[in-house]
């Protein structure tokens, strides 16, 4: 199978060298042509939990002629429109796409792609080393994963879960992808923002006693204004993803250290657009947002 993985991130990287691990032909795309000679030169090292280096091929622009049976988007929410425009060429290619991002800002730009849209969640602990191809695995998780638009009418979900290769990772797929995406969008409403103001790893949420009772105050918000009724599953939930990805930086607390813009608008900012049509208040999330907004370049 011809994988295209487009985005560098901890996310791309990671799944890029268990594609190849399961013996399908990967190319990376990255957006800079020095971080695609970094991986041409060293492969993907995936460090931690998991061990081992990959020879992975990388390119930093599409060719023409080039076509491939599965596209990956691992980029960051906000550059999704980016990436559709870039790679448009491989639109009318028949080729299935998977996307994995933060939030559910970027969903109706997928509505314009003419094949099958899969959607993603990773739950594993990944940390990318800056300028290098090297992947920290600090958690053990799952990828999640569920149908967005299936344009093969008469494959069942069965048929569908055959054409992704990633037979080395726990991969679940879920019925719906509404309720999946939302899950992640409340463990990353309660995580995110606020390991990235106190500046702390995910595990500390949960140890911390006053830090926990603030991450439940985002929590109640965000289950309010998505109108969820599954107030105790889903808490116990968010603990165990603090508890599984405990060693890890948050995404926008790696995101803030490195001075790079946050994904304060897919994650925080699309809940209190919500609250206000829904007119819920979110007085936390608003002060965490207005906390944050100036430090997003
Ligand atoms: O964005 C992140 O960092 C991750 O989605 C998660 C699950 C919060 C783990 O750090």
Redesign the pocket.
């Given at each position: 199978m011809k994988i295209a993985i487009i985005g560098a991130g901890a996310v791309g990287l990671f799944l890029a060298a268990s594609c190849q691990k399961a013996g399908q032909s990967v190319t990376v795309f990255t957006r800079t042509e020095a971080s695609a000679s970094v991986i041409n030169k060293e492969g993907i090292t995936l460090t931690g939990r998991m061990s081992n280096i990959t020879p992975v091929e990388a390119k930093h622009e599409l060719n023409e002629n080039e076509t491939f049976d599965l596209v990956i988007v691992a980029v960051k929410s906000y550059h999704v429109s980016n990436v559709l425009k870039q790679f448009k060429l491989l639109w009318q290619k028949g080729c299935s796409w998977l996307f994995v991002q933060?939030g559910m800002d970027h969903l109706e730009e997928l509505t314009a792609i003419p094949s099958s849209v899969y959607l993603g969640v990773?739950?594993y602990?990944?940390y990318k080393h800056d300028h290098r191809a090297v992947v920290d695995v600090r958690?053990i998780?799952q990828l999640k994963m569920a149908v967005y638009r299936n344009k093969q009418v008469s494959s069942s979900n069965k048929e569908v879960e055959t054409l992704f290769p990633f037979s080395n990772l726990n991969v679940v797929w879920m019925d719906g992808y509404q309720k999946m995406l939302e899950d992640?969008l409340v463990?990353?409403v309660c995580?995110?923002p606020l390991?990235a103001i106190l500046q702390v790893k995910?595990g500390e949420l949960r140890t911390n006693p006053i830090y926990q009772k603030e991450m439940h105050a985002y929590f109640i918000e965000v289950m309010n204004v998505l109108e969820r009724g599954d107030m105790e599953q889903m808490w116990e939930y968010v603990l165990s993803?603090c508890l599984k990805?405990a060693a890890?930086?948050?995404?926008?607390?790696?995101d803030l250290k490195r001075g790079r813009k946050l994904?304060l608008d897919a994650i925080v900012g699309y809940v209190l657009k919500r609250g206000h049509e829904k007119r819920i208040g979110t007085p936390k999330l608003t002060n965490a947002y207005e906390q944050l907004v100036g430090s997003s370049v």
């Amino acid at each position: 199978m011809k994988i295209a993985i487009i985005g560098a991130g901890a996310v791309g990287l990671f799944l890029a060298a268990s594609c190849q691990k399961a013996g399908q032909s990967v190319t990376v795309f990255t957006r800079t042509e020095a971080s695609a000679s970094v991986i041409n030169k060293e492969g993907i090292t995936l460090t931690g939990r998991m061990s081992n280096i990959t020879p992975v091929e990388a390119k930093h622009e599409l060719n023409e002629n080039e076509t491939f049976d599965l596209v990956i988007v691992a980029v960051k929410s906000y550059h999704v429109s980016n990436v559709l425009k870039q790679f448009k060429l491989l639109w009318q290619k028949g080729c299935s796409w998977l996307f994995v991002q933060n939030g559910m800002d970027h969903l109706e730009e997928l509505t314009a792609i003419p094949s099958s849209v899969y959607l993603g969640v990773m739950e594993y602990g990944l940390y990318k080393h800056d300028h290098r191809a090297v992947v920290d695995v600090r958690g053990i998780g799952q990828l999640k994963m569920a149908v967005y638009r299936n344009k093969q009418v008469s494959s069942s979900n069965k048929e569908v879960e055959t054409l992704f290769p990633f037979s080395n990772l726990n991969v679940v797929w879920m019925d719906g992808y509404q309720k999946m995406l939302e899950d992640k969008l409340v463990v990353n409403v309660c995580i995110n923002p606020l390991t990235a103001i106190l500046q702390v790893k995910n595990g500390e949420l949960r140890t911390n006693p006053i830090y926990q009772k603030e991450m439940h105050a985002y929590f109640i918000e965000v289950m309010n204004v998505l109108e969820r009724g599954d107030m105790e599953q889903m808490w116990e939930y968010v603990l165990s993803v603090c508890l599984k990805t405990a060693a890890n930086e948050s995404s926008m607390l790696v995101d803030l250290k490195r001075g790079r813009k946050l994904e304060l608008d897919a994650i925080v900012g699309y809940v209190l657009k919500r609250g206000h049509e829904k007119r819920i208040g979110t007085p936390k999330l608003t002060n965490a947002y207005e906390q944050l907004v100036g430090s997003s370049v």
